[in-house]
């Protein structure tokens, strides 16, 4: 157990809105991800973070943003939710050595 | 860039019986390879992991998985399944960051079914 809790656990949203997940960890680590997991795509990276401020794009990253102000939170928000952003959010933070751990996931419908 | 396969997407067993999952990896480097599990409903498990040495290499729940270079290849082997590993199945390959990060890249899944 990394201490990983991401939250909301299920959201439904209207298309064009925008949303915000919050990932929460309590082990200091520097790395923190996020994913997005669909069926027949396996998990894909969306952006991750190697510390406060430093955040880098993932291979799907297009319409997410984040932001780390803190070295326990990284936050994904979905600047204008689409139907295709219908999805499984998971958050990962890094362990070692190069171990990552997985939050429980957030499930999200854009309606 | 690096990338994975898992050939198989659902994989039905009979409780007891042996198992193989194959994953295959495109990567120029030394890989760093995983084999995650996934309940339903649930988050990633790390069952194993593959850095250097030894290439046959012990998990959690009694599976193995053996990476043979030359066939690129990080196979998750079980001698008798369980009920309780119906699950789905995600290999991974692992890029290392500077300051001591990774990035992952997954394969699509095998999804395991076990029948008693």
């Known amino acids: 157990d990394a201490g990983i809790t991401q939250s909301p656990r299920h959201k439904v949203t209207e298309t064009g809105t925008p949303v915000t997940l919050r990932c929460h960890q309590t082990?200091?680590?520097?790395?923190m991800y996020w994913y997005r997991q669909d069926p027949g795509h396996g998990l894909r990276l969306i952006h991750y973070?190697?510390?406060?401020?430093?955040?880098d794009k993932g291979e799907v990253s297009d319409g997410y943003s984040v932001s780390r102000s803190k070295t326990e939170d990284f936050l994904l928000t979905l600047e204008s939710a689409t139907s295709s952003q219908t999805s499984v959010y998971f958050c990962?933070?890094?362990?070692?050595?190069?171990?990552?751990?997985f939050g429980p996931g957030t499930r999200l419908t854009v309606t | 860039a690096q990338s994975v396969t898992q050939p198989d997407i659902h994989i039905t067993v009979s409780e007891g019986a042996s198992l193989e999952l194959r994953c295959n990896y495109s990567y120029g480097a030394t890989p760093y390879l995983f084999w995650y599990v996934q309940s339903p409903g649930q988050g990633l498990q790390l069952l194993l992991k593959?850095?250097?040495?030894?290439?046959l290499v012990q998990g959690i729940k009694g599976f193995e998985a053996e990476f043979k270079r030359s066939q690129s290849s990080f196979n998750l082997r079980k001698p008798s399944v369980h009920w309780s590993d119906a699950a789905e199945y995600f290999c991974a390959v692992g890029a290392v960051l500077t300051g001591g990060g990774n990035k992952l890249t997954f394969g699509t899944g095998t999804q395991l079914k076990v029948e008693l």
């Open positions: 973070s190697y510390g406060v401020k430093d955040t």
């Open positions: 593959y850095f250097s040495g030894d290439t």
């Open positions: 082990e200091n680590h520097r790395y």
């Open positions: 990962a933070t890094i362990g070692q050595p190069y171990e990552q751990y």
